[in-house]
């Protein structure tokens, strides 16, 4: 599951609100803009507001998330962002709606007036299902579940495909090569257009002063060109950087081509390629790949959930894949992307999936589950013998004796308090320990007496930490009978209030 609290702009949200969210967007020139939805189908922004893009119908930045009424209910299916930065969606109806920066008529509402709330983008579109988008710097795409692929907006590279560098005010289709054929993912660089068609073929569009095209040479293509290069492969997903791209095929192989200024090409040098090239050769098999056109980071994901990220990461030009302790790609771009925004719209549906850990955490002290108990200043603890004896010597040793899974017992302790005891039982659930440094003292003494030494080392340092001018002498006291080791330092240590005192 992606954890949405990697990214510095979450830290605003409450806990409550970031338990709410159930897809959310990071994006803008510092990532300083967010948008999320939540469990109840709301949609809400906060961030900088730069060029109008939370859609707030003001320009005003807020931290306080605020709610876009128009969107609330729409089911948002798939979004995507310029560097204007203007926002563009499509919902599960297949309706499109766009606002923000539009000095180039990237919302395709045939103006450059800014677009200060999120407006529906009618032109061509009005009769089709659009099933994905994909923005560029200054441009925009939609791909209709026909397989036809329309874009607008900025075209001084022929990143629109209409074979003329004039910038197109409303949607328009991408004829041309595309004609009758039927694409399936579309990927959009600063200023080129990538597609892919249900065959796996690759068709390259727009700049291509970096080879991002993949054609072979540096020229810009003003009509949808095939990606011969890639003619004995057939590719299922395609995505664009700043000014490089790469592509995942049915078999799992990872090709890059472009700008590698950064190594985002991940080829071990920092030469761009004109042509893809094939990259992770000796890894397992790639399930998924990452980029954005806002960064010069890559990263992949392999079939053994193993995830490598490259190219600039922090401003390091990493320029072999490095594995990562990730479970997804999402966190590269949260970690190690400049800026830090996300190369999708996340998904952060809450799974009831537990870890081992977790669910043992839930289990401590719960009477449904436990096959024994413990009475303590006639108060009852429920645990399980089989975690008792796997995690404690003490009562290994104790239960080694008899063993019998249908015995429901009942354990009487008289030398430790029941706050004590419990916080113990806890500790060998959970690992942890929260007491106050006076009752930390008991379970000092308990520890020892079990032969617990991690527990006892957590004992005296919660102690050491905790102590103060009021308790000093109590838990000085306290230490002369338990600890020699910690009555020692409570003693000479010149950093404590005792010492002071």
Not at 327 to 336: G, H, I, L, N, Q
């Amino acid at each position: 599951m992606v954890d949405v609290g990697k990214w510095p702009i979450f830290t605003l949200l409450s806990p409550q609100e970031i338990a709410s969210i159930r897809k959310a967007c990071v994006f803008g020139t510092s990532a300083n803009e967010a948008i999320y939805v939540t469990h109840s189908d709301e949609v809400f922004v906060f961030g900088l507001n730069c060029s109008n893009c939370l859609g707030t119908g003001d320009n005003q930045s807020t931290i306080v998330p605020k709610k876009l009424e128009a969107l609330c209910g729409k089911k948002i299916k798939s979004l995507s962002y310029g560097s204007g930065p203007h926002v563009l969606l499509s919902t599960e109806d297949g309706v499109v709606y766009a606002w923000g920066h539009n000095g180039y008529s990237q919302l395709g509402n045939g103006t450059t007036n800014q677009g200060i709330a999120p407006i529906q983008v009618c032109t061509n579109l009005l009769i089709k299902q659009v099933i994905e988008v994909a923005c560029g710097s200054h441009h925009s795409m939609a791909l209709a579940a026909d397989g036809e692929v329309y874009a607008w907006g900025y075209n001084n590279c022929g990143q629109v495909g209409s074979g003329s560098t004039a910038n197109q005010p409303t949607p328009r289709k991408v004829t041309n090569c595309l004609h009758i054929k039927r694409v399936v993912s579309i990927a959009c660089g600063q200023t080129s257009s990538m597609a892919v068609l249900d065959n796996g073929e690759v068709y390259g569009w727009g700049y291509n002063g970096n080879g991002q095209l993949g054609l072979g040479n540096n020229g810009n293509q003003l009509t949808p060109c095939r990606v011969a290069a890639l003619h004995s492969v057939c590719v299922l997903q395609i995505v664009c950087g700043y000014a490089h791209t790469l592509a995942l095929t049915d078999e799992g192989l990872l090709y890059a081509w472009g700008a590698n200024t950064y190594g985002q090409l991940g080829t071990g040098n920092k030469s761009n390629l004109l042509s893809p090239a094939q990259i992770m050769v000796e890894k397992e098999r790639v399930v998924e790949i990452a980029a954005c056109h806002s960064a010069h980071t890559s990263a992949a994901k392999t079939q053994g959930g193993h995830v490598y990220m490259w190219g600039q990461c922090r401003g390091q030009s990493v320029i072999l894949p490095h594995l990562t302790h990730f479970s997804c790609t999402d966190d590269v771009f949260a970690c190690f992307a400049t800026p830090a925004v996300t190369w999708r719209l996340l998904s952060v549906e809450h799974e009831d999936f537990l870890t081992v850990a977790e669910s043992l955490k839930k289990e401590f002290d719960s009477p449904d589950t436990a096959d024994l108990k413990f009475r303590v200043d006639g108060k009852y603890i429920y645990v399980h013998k089989a975690v008792l004896k796997i995690r404690c010597e003490h009562f290994r040793t104790m239960f080694q004796s008899y063993w019998n899974e249908d015995m429901k017992e009942v354990i009487e302790i008289d030398q430790f308090s029941y706050p004590v005891y419990r916080a113990f039982l806890q500790y060998l659930y959970t690992d942890t320990v929260d007491l106050p440094p006076e009752d930390a003292i008991g379970l000092l003494d308990l520890a020892t007496s079990y032969c617990e030494n991690r527990l006892k080392k957590l004992c005296q340092h919660i102690i050491k930490r905790g102590i103060t001018v009021e308790n000093a002498f109590s838990l000085l006291s306290a230490a002369v009978r338990y600890d020699a080791e910690l009555y020692s330092y409570l003693h000479v240590s010149k950093t404590h209030p005792l010492r002071r005192s």
